[in-house]
């Protein structure tokens, strides 16, 4: 995903309650937020952003754009995606979460025929701290330096930052990738991006226990991966009983039903048990709170 400050940005839903908060944010972090569209919003101005009706009337008046943060309901998420696409824009973020596997099934196989990279959905987008914010995160948290963060949440990431922030452990760019069960691009594309990323030293990989990427990205950092890696699996202190995200329930479910059909590690392992011992063959440290990440981390730079 290309993501420079100087990248034009649209806001898709720009008058829903969401949408208007966080396009006002992002423009006052800074963010070159150049329209918004909301049918039947059309010629009206919000917080200083044109809006349109349609996105092919946006790109009109204001040319090609880099970037669609797309906040409305979770079943006009097709419509508005595909409208961002056949108007060719090709780095989509979906922050609408709860969208209907079918349509996100459909949306996935046209941003694969048209080389679209989609974000989420439920993401809370992407930010450079100190150039850019691409959707909810909330920046006070985050402070400019060469850490990375991966997290299906925003949340969580937002604490990760903020221990890594008082440790003097500045962020390169932190990335939520959605926390829906069907995710556009996934932990190992963003490793890979971040690998590429030339202010980026050290990454920090933070999931929910249960959410099945750990042995893929356990194995594209052992392979592949220069760079430092830490990782904190949120609910791996808890008890077996199913709390926590969601999402994260279903997908721990399914996992469990397809275990015994996988190759690699021993089947007999529950889903938990094998994200950990993924990480720990990779030889990947895993703190156990996110208050050990900045200690992890300034020991793996010093490696």
């Not at 919000?46 to 040319?63: K, S, Y």
């Not at 990440?293 to 490696?303: F, G, Q, S, T, Y």
Request: glycine content about 10%; aromatic content about 4%.
């Amino acid at each position: 995903m290309n993501v420079t400050p100087d990248n034009k940005i649209l806001v898709q839903g720009i008058s829903e309650e969401q949408g208007s908060i966080y396009a006002a944010r992002m423009k006052s972090y800074g963010t070159n937020i150049v329209a918004g569209t909301s049918a039947g919003h059309g010629g009206q101005l919000l917080h200083g952003i044109p809006v349109f009706d349609l996105v092919e009337q946006a790109i009109v008046e204001v040319g090609a754009i880099d970037t669609s943060i797309i906040f409305v309901p979770a079943y006009q998420v097709l419509d508005a995606a595909l409208e961002a696409i056949a108007s060719g824009i090709r780095q989509i973020i979906l922050i609408t979460g709860g969208i209907p596997p079918l349509d996100m099934v459909k949306l996935l196989r046209k941003a694969e025929a048209t080389k679209t990279l989609v974000l989420g959905s439920g993401s809370s987008g992407i930010i450079v701290p100190g150039k850019i914010l691409l959707g909810t995160h909330e920046s006070k948290f985050y402070t400019p330096g060469n850490i990375g963060i991966i997290g299906r949440t925003g949340t969580l990431a937002y604490e990760v930052a903020w221990e890594l922030t008082q440790a003097s452990l500045g962020q390169s760019v932190a990335v939520s990738i959605g926390s829906d069960p069907i995710v556009g691009s996934s932990v190992v594309q963003w490793l890979q991006i971040l690998a590429a990323d030339k202010n980026t030293k050290a990454i920090v990989l933070v999931n929910h226990i249960g959410v099945p990427c750990e042995e893929t990205a356990a194995k594209y950092i052992v392979e592949e991966l220069d760079k430092p890696v830490v990782a904190y699996l949120a609910g791996r202190k808890s008890q077996k009983k199913l709390i926590g995200h969601a999402n994260a329930i279903s997908l721990r479910h399914r996992e469990m039903m397809f275990a015994s059909q996988r190759d690699g590690l021993a089947s007999e392992l529950t889903p938990e048990e094998r994200q950990i011992a993924a990480f720990k063959q990779a030889k990947i440290p895993i703190a156990d709170s996110p208050s050990q990440i900045p200690d992890l981390v300034k020991k793996a730079l010093k490696k």
